[in-house]
């Protein structure tokens, strides 16, 4: 059973719009989150991270939001660039798992058109 | 060279076949990972080693055999795969971590694997 579900495999958006990109979780003990980016041919790399003592974690044009009760956590992108465009990774940890443990989703492809 | 580098990038191999998968970071971390990804699945969890020491191993086939001779190079042995072992390997490093992962992964850039 999938502990992180990203339910949209992929989102397309005008540039200079905003990209949400959606993640749901059902471990209640997991406290930490991190959002990972994917181009093609490379390996995820670390976007933004968010502790589940807060509810949103900003860096420059990339907002992470965190509801806790809804078990929710969304990234958002404004404005999106064409450069934007890749596969967005979820990924929880916590004491539900073991300590080296992150539970990815299985991504969602974003795509941002000039 | 920086970060996390793989070796090969590409690797077509027979059922029968023996090979080996490379990793090599270069940021002085002590805990390294090799991560699963198949198609349409999320990325898998298949070992840890944490100052040179496996420390998970999340129920992966005998098939796979990972080494890790320093904490700077981790290895993945493969004997006898499978079609469906067919995928991409991600190694990663982190500083090890004490308790629950907090920091970030820093992955290399796979090693696609395609088993005939």
């Known amino acids: 059973d999938q502990q992180v579900k990203q339910n949209s495999p992929s989102l397309s958006v005008q540039e200079g719009r905003i990209s949400i990109l959606n993640c749901d979780y059902t471990?209640?003990?997991?406290?930490?989150f991190l959002w990972y980016k994917k181009y093609p041919a490379e390996g995820p790399t670390f976007l933004i991270s968010?502790?589940?003592?807060?509810d949103k974690n900003e860096d420059g044009r990339f907002t992470v939001f965190l509801n806790k009760s809804a078990k929710h956590l969304s990234l958002h992108i404004v404005p999106s660039q064409p450069g934007d465009s890749a596969v967005y990774f979820c990924a929880a940890s916590g004491s539900g798992g073991s300590n080296y443990k992150l539970t990815f989703g299985k991504g969602t492809l974003l795509t941002v058109n000039p | 060279e920086t970060g996390v580098t793989q070796t090969p990038r590409h690797l077509v191999m027979g059922m029968t076949n023996k090979k080996s998968l490379k990793c090599e970071q270069h940021?002085?971390?002590?805990?390294m990972y090799w991560y699963k990804q198949s198609a349409k699945k999320p990325l898998e969890l298949m070992f840890v080693y944490s100052l040179e020491e496996r420390v998970e191993n999340n129920s992966v086939p005998s098939r796979f055999s990972p080494e890790c001779p320093n904490s700077s190079h981790l290895f993945l042995h493969l004997h006898t795969l499978q079609p469906e072992d067919s995928a991409l390997y991600l190694c990663?490093?982190?500083?090890?971590?004490?308790?629950?992962?907090?920091?970030?992964?820093?992955f290399g850039e796979g090693s696609r694997l395609t088993v005939l």
């Open positions: 990663a490093s982190s500083q090890d971590p004490q308790g629950p992962i907090t920091g970030e992964l820093f």
């Open positions: 968010i502790s589940s003592i807060k």
């Open positions: 471990n209640s003990m997991f406290d930490y």
């Open positions: 940021l002085g971390h002590n805990a």
